[in-house]
């Protein structure tokens, strides 16, 4: 088994499809951890949760747009509406066939999405630890805690939006002297994989490892590229 690390998608179902092929992705044997943003901005979402569907190792990791989606589908109350959720709504009511139409207070709800649908979002989880102790979440986490007990501090919502992690991070690596001490995170994690966070904002376009942090999402839906990342190796391939 391969095991792979996938960022950020934003409906963007080509980029996705041409990173899979560039790896050579066995679906019914290679491991994907996708690490969120599955949904909003780009024009395929239904696409991209129904081709990860087809893969029987995936790890599916939630992203803010993930949860805002998946919250509005509970709700009706769609957050990030004009934040790229509007693309994801349109991609589905043109998908499933639906009579539904697309209007700031769309009638679109749980139900109207296949089961299959439902249960990936539902399903989402907030963060994933492997057998070698990495991490990977999508935004990040207050690393003077536990992970696990993150919900104790009731800062649920920094796993899909935190970037002071990242930025943390950033600011050990440009240390003098880096090199003999370590990043201190509660969980001693060997290596955390993170989302959310352009780097472009940081002006690259490709994976960033700050002390013992990646950054992996190299802008897909916001005029970027996708990025799939051998885990054991950190050879990546990028969409084009």
């Known amino acids: 088994m391969k095991k792979y690390i996938l960022g950020d ?9 041409e990173c899979l092929q560039l790896v050579n ?5 290679d491991k994907l951890i996708q690490l969120g943003d599955i949904v909003d901005r780009g024009s395929k979402s239904f696409e991209c949760v129904d081709e990860l569907l087809k893969i029987k190792n995936l790890i599916a990791i939630r992203g803010n747009h993930d ?8 709700t009706g109350n769609y957050l990030l509406y004009n934040q790229g959720c509007m693309e994801t709504l349109r991609s589905y009511i043109d998908s499933c066939n639906s009579d539904k139409y697309l209007v700031v207070n769309c009638p ?10 439902q ?14 102790n990495n991490c990977f979440v999508h935004g990040g986490f207050n690393r003077h805690h536990l992970i696990e007990e993150i919900e104790k501090y009731g800062h ?32 001693n994690f060997k290596e955390v994989f993170v989302g959310h966070t352009p780097v472009q904002y940081f002006n690259e376009s490709t994976p960033q490892k700050y002390a013992n942090i990646w950054d992996l999402d190299t802008g897909s839906g916001k005029g ?3 990025t799939i990342m051998d885990l054991e190796t950190k050879e990546y391939w990028q969409s084009k």
């Not at 939006?161 to 001490?181: G, P, Q, T, V």
């Open 67 to 74: 949860q805002c989606f998946y919250s509005g589908l509970l």
């Open 108 to 117: 679109f709800r749980l139900n109207d999405i296949p089961i299959q649908h």
């Open 9 to 17: 998608l934003h409906g963007e179902y080509e980029k996705l499809m």
């Open 25 to 29: 992705f066995d679906y019914q044997n």
């Open 224 to 226: 970027g590229i996708l």
């Open 119 to 132: 249960e990936f979002f539902k399903n989402q989880l907030p963060y994933y630890i492997d057998e070698q």
């Open 156 to 187: 649920v919502d920094d796993l899909w939006w935190d970037r002071d992690l990242l930025h943390a991070a950033r600011s050990f690596a440009s240390m003098k002297n880096n090199n003999i001490y370590s990043f201190k995170m509660k969980n």
